[in-house]
């Protein structure tokens, strides 16, 4: 049961930062989708989405590894 809600709260920020690439290749084609009024606003909007989805995955597996012993020595704890 533990590795399901692993998984579910690995999937969701994935889903988030997916979203954040359209968001992203939608305002390089000029596609403007309807609850965001400007090009540029859509843009950021995406790229936070990608940024926050990414960093929580990355954060998410170097704490795995580091408490596992699987990081390089300056990473690991003191």
Do not use: E
């Amino acid at each position: 049961m533990s590795r399901i809600i692993a998984l579910i709260i690995m999937v969701i920020p994935g889903i988030l930062a997916v979203y954040g690439i359209k968001l992203m290749r939608d305002m390089t084609f000029g596609l403007l989708q309807p609850p965001i009024p400007f090009l540029w606003l859509q843009f950021i909007i995406g790229l936070l989405l990608f940024l926050g989805g990414l960093s929580f995955v990355a954060g998410f597996i170097f704490y795995r590894d580091r408490k596992r012993n699987k990081v390089q020595k300056r990473f690991a704890r003191k």
